[in-house]
């Protein structure tokens, strides 16, 4: 009989990092615990951007609350290893992808057919409703696409960052990528040099990568966010702040709304 999908270790894929090392209850520790930082960075973009999300859209902080619901879904996974837990960790990375693409997709790069961005909503929702099901075919080969669609967003970053002259917001597109570089880096290294760092009794790349990727997505989400208040809101004269150090550039960067104005429609 085929285990049943939330048996301890059903899932397909084993990190680097020993079972069962420090609990009984926990497979993977670090990898557990390192999911933490998307508890807190989520609810605390909720609350920097809420101006932004009461001028733009509220879906802003949908954004946000799904990327918080991928770090329980990560911490069950890492906790259990069970094929279910692997399903809700993929399948929730695809939904913030695709809820992040309808809200943040710059509008000209929409392919001609598409009139608006509720049209563009629709079609993203149907891609992701059919991928969803796909993800089932396969399970071993959804991470690696997830990772491939961050090809496709820098190759938006780099179109949008040839029109853009601002030194701060070419430097946000640097850190972004340069962090997402070190995060790859992680993942691929634990996926497969792990009889190396096994050697060297260094197995938390995966646990490294939960915090990379968490604060790459902080940086690209803010770039994201200044792209589409620039073509959607330019009259609400968007800038990006960095909390908690606002004028040093150090921290959280976020979209700050400098000037009220009357599209403060939402709150
Ligand atoms: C118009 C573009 C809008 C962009 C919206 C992007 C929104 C991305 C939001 C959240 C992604 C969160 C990913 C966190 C993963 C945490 C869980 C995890 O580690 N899961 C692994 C198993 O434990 C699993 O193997 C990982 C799978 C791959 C995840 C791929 C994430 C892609 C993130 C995109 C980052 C963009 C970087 C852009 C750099 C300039
Ligand atoms: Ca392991
Ligand atoms: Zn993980």
Known sequence: MPPSIFARESSEIDWCEDNYLYSEYVAEYYNTVSNVIFLVVGPLMMYLLHPYACTRSLAVHLVWLMFTVVGFFSIYYHM???YLGQLMDEISILWVIAVGYSVWFPR???PNFIKNRKNFGTIIFTVATFSTVLSFVRPAVNAYVLNCITFHILYIVVKEMKKCSDHSIQKLALASICLWLVAISCWLSDRFLCSFWRRINFCYLHSIWHVFICITVAYSNTLFSYFDAVYEIPESLPQVH????????IGLPYLAITKC???RKAC
Do not use: A, C, E
């Not at 960095?242 to 550039?249: E, G």
């Open 242 to 249: 960095y909390w908690p150090f606002k004028s040093h550039r």
């Open 108 to 110: 000209p790069y929409f």
């Open 80 to 82: 259990t290893l069970s």
């Open 261 to 263: 104005t009357k599209s």
